[in-house]
């Protein structure tokens, strides 16, 4: 394959040419309107598969020395629209014969709307380098902004095949399938999705011919990451190729401390499918195997060495999403047979308790049938005797390996002999290390079974010392190192063993320093890394898929908006909020008049509670907190919670040194609950302490996002710029999974001890609250220091606080309610506060509780909220739907278009085609075209409604009206378009002021004068577009026979007329002024014609006529809109008297002045551009200049 650029007249547009075919893409503007959603910026481009001849006469030329290997999609970045292509591979594996696996090396992203980085190599920071030159790089050039995402997909983890399907295994897609097909595609392991996310889409839409040179021709590539590769060994005499190839599911993808245990979908980290292949002359053989995170809510600290495993999520609330993680892996292999590799020390045993309790207490799947438990203990089988010790998993599990079987398809009968039923999950912590071993053991005593039950080797035979095993081994060893490279950045610990089958001292030190290389990596360069995969995944907030220009998915995305009632339903949820400080507090307290004010009359669906203070703040404490302090509250509140028979479960708990967050949903209510994440921020003592900062939780509530923020900010009465600076560094410093921000959600809660003070003496603040005269409350919150930073925007924008309606909350007396007696004396302020911000929220209550356990007093808000549920299922339907009835309209349109006979109707169609693009309220109305047809019937431009946009061109806004057509019933029928059935459908108004899209087209520039023929125009080349007409009808008609004209002498119309045409004398003059600059503007186009043609009467090329795509300016018009009467003159006074309306205006034989002047063709130069196109498709070596400029100079002929 080659990648080309065209920029002819000014159209940029790149082509990624395979042997036969071409995928063209062009920029497309954005359209959408304001208010519209989201989607209404996403970046757009057009796209035509054309065939590779259709690209000799624009002008394409090479945009990089490297041969091309396959497209991988599209992305944004900044605005600017990328083209990913595969430019360096290496073949590294072949499972079977007809099956090639390559390794990616090199990815180039080639930008569709911009030239800054044409025609440049560039140096692994991304900075454009010149060969074999000395010089340093130009500065003036930025960093390509798709540096990061290319360095990662050149990393040699990513792997591709144009051969067959990378994505599945051989017993799901086959032993005789053929090319990359969307049956058997697995999308879990295609991490170039979320790029090709339209493309796939586009491709969905089209007919099984066009679908099947898109895949032939390679043009949409799958991409997986993981580990492939081929060994050949001999079993005796017989040639064997032994061949692993393992891939990793993106859905849950991350580096080792940023991704652990499952999420609300049911995917987990580093969950790899593993599948080992036999293949002889005799026998094909395959087995697979996956592993994956232990499925439960858990994570780890990377900045702590050997740092506990914290449990996140309760055991009910845990339950739906392992349920539906091992319900995924039942359907798809059938019986699972777990091997968990946990150890019984303390860091481990708690994951594998609860592993064990969720098997007990799940529902859905039926231990014995669905899901098989096997319980290993690796580290202290192999504590004494080594790792060969970890041998005695085999019998535990002999009997399930025999029963699972595995995959075997005889080559000589061609037949399949029989299949894998089941599937081994293996897990330790990382599921790296003791995983990789335990799964090559279990690997290798499959393969000898197999060996022997085909009896290509004697029953019972040795075979250990066999270059076969060796082989195998080196297989695994390697697999594991690529696995864990990409989860931790080094290689796998335990790969001596796993290669040699004993440890030795070097591979115990290399071990060694495999450990602290990771903590190094994971602590120092993990952040960098996850950023990249998010961008890579499209996980990144805000980050939007590159849309393919589609009227047809624009007409209903509009119409799905206007009926979103139909699958949207909107509900009440009762929120309960609350703040305290519990200043150390350790003691069991009943917590009654804070959670339930108002007894059993309100109970809210969700709570969250932040807490601040929970250790007593001195440097011990700081510097090692006690992480118990959670399990004690978590204790106490849902204690507290469940007193009326409700049942609430812990979704969440966050803690950070002092602070701690809590988070409970009543039972029925926790299955709306999805994706709850955690962050934290420390601000103390410059950042380095968590005695202040914030802790924050989000999740989502049908499809309503939520974030709450338990925050503690500096204290002091004067220290309000601090309060502010940490305030700032939070709303900043925070963030969750995606990159995702606080403002990135829909209701946001901040609360915690805020540490605002009342800006009074002492005395007064004291003297207002004792006498309580009416009013004092304003008049103190006047004073109150977050009222007024609020109100001058320093803090909280766009936040509300309920009125407060309560006494102060600090400080008093431990276990009284008098306020601070001690010799600080410190004034009463309300620092424990609770502000909200969400269009969706309505305050219930706002109050404080009267708890004396503490120096403060707890808060608490009540909030109804209103959150959306979208039925997906039903969404879905819908929009099939809405799709199926639009196809149905375009397809009578086609019909009426293809079997009628009335001339008229066919002037009418035309005439439609040719109307402008908008109603300029500036120009006098234009009646219809006349087509004069008892003459020679000119060929009509086909209309090619599948096309990319042309440039605008020049056309009259207030020019005079034409006279009308005349009727005829006796003129000869117009030739046929020959592509009546890619017509754009006539698409609804989008409002009152954009007009709707229309069936016609803008012409093409006119840039010679077209000759009469008396023949039909050929059949157009197939073309596939991306706009609707592509997607919703691509069958051929052949043309209607015309009737045999007589000649007739042929006469010219007139050029396109000038923007600023006067009618009369000074019109004349400006009409002719119009042709020479029309003849000068047609100069590019004028190389392309044929020598005789410039030799005759100009001609009009019959080129089909291209889309062009509207797009509003500031004044409300497009620069595409075109008004043209290409068969026409201008209308005229008689000098008989007769006026436009009764007389028809004939066209003239064109002056002297008016013809075109031969075209100055410029010298060529011996650059890439004049290289016709079917000569850069050969196998030619590419044009390399030496020189700084490079192709930039060599190409800037246009």
Sequence with gaps: MLILLSTERRRRRIAVVSDTHALVFEPVRSRGNSGSGSDSNA???????????????????????????????????????????????????????????????????????????????????????????????????????????????????????????????????????????????????????FLMEDMLTYRDRLDSYTKNILDREGFLTTVIRGFAETFTTYVKRLKVGLTVISKQSWKRAGTRFNARGIDDDGNVANFVETEILMYSNEYCYAFTQVRGSVPMFWEQDAAIMNAKVQITRSLEATQPAFDQHFMKLVSKYGPVNIVNLLSTKPNEIELSKRYRAHLQQSQKLHKGRDVMLTEFDFHRETAQEGFNAARNILPLIKEALLTEGYYCYDVKQDVLVSEQHGVFRTNCLDCLDRTNLVQQMMSLQLLKTFLYDVELVPHNAPLDSTDLVRKHNSLWADQGDQISQIYTGTNALKSSFSRKGKMSLSGALSDAKKSVSRMYINNFMDKGKQQNIDALLGKLPNQLPVKLYDPVGEYINEKLKKLADQYTTTSDMNVLIGTYNVNGMSERADLSKWLFPIGNKFKPDLVVLGLQEVIELNAGNILNADYTKGSFWEYLVKECLNQYGEKYVLLRVEQMTSLIILFFARADKAKYVKRVEGSTKKTGFGGMTGNKGAIAIRFEYGSTSFCFVNAHFSAGNSNVDERANDYMTINRKISFARSRKIKDNDSIFWFGDLNYRVDMPNDLVRKELTLCKEGYLDRLIKHDQLTQQIDCGAVFHDYCEPTIHFHPTYKFDHGTDIYDTSEKMRTPSWTDRIVYKGNNLHPLAYSCATLKVSDHRPVYAAYRTDVNFIDEEKKLELSKSLYEDFKMVEDNIELTSTFSTDDEKDDIELEQYLKPAREDINRSPMPAVRIETSRSPVPPPRIDTNRSPLPPLRTEMNRSPLPPIPSDANRSPLPPSGDNEKRSPVLPPRNTTSPPLRRGVSPPAVTEKPVVRNDAPPPPPPSHHSSSASLVSLQRRNPRDLPEIPPRQSYTPTPPISRNRYVGEEGSKNEEKASDMSDKNSTNDEKSLSSNSRKSTPTTSLKPRKQTVLSDSSNGTSKNDIAQTPLTSPAETPKDGTTAENKPTLLQPVSAKNKSKPPVIPKKKSTLENVPVHVLTKKTPPMIPKKKDSLRIMNSGN
């Design 43 to 193: 970046p757009s481009c057009a796209v035509e598969l054309l065939h590779k001849e259709e690209l000799r006469d624009h002008r394409f030329r090479r945009l990089s020395a490297h041969e091309v290997h396959g497209f991988i999609g599209l992305v944004e970045i900044d605005g600017l629209v990328f083209i990913g292509v595969i430019t360096g591979k290496t073949k590294v594996a072949s499972p079977i014969p007809h099956e090639v696996v390559n390794r990616i090396y090199a990815v180039d992203f080639f930008c569709l709307n911009d030239s800054t980085w044409d025609f440049l190599e560039l140096d692994p920071s991304g900075r454009p380098f010149v060969r074999d030159s000395a010089e340093p790089t130009d500065p003036g050039i930025p960093k390509h902004p798709c540096n990061d995402i290319r360095k990662l997909l050149s990393n040699g983890s990513f792997y591709y095949s144009n051969d067959f399907d990378l994505t599945t295994t051989l017993q799901n897609r086959g032993f005789r399938s053929s090319y990359v097909n969307d049956v058997t595609l697995e999308e879990e392991y295609m991490w170039n999705s």
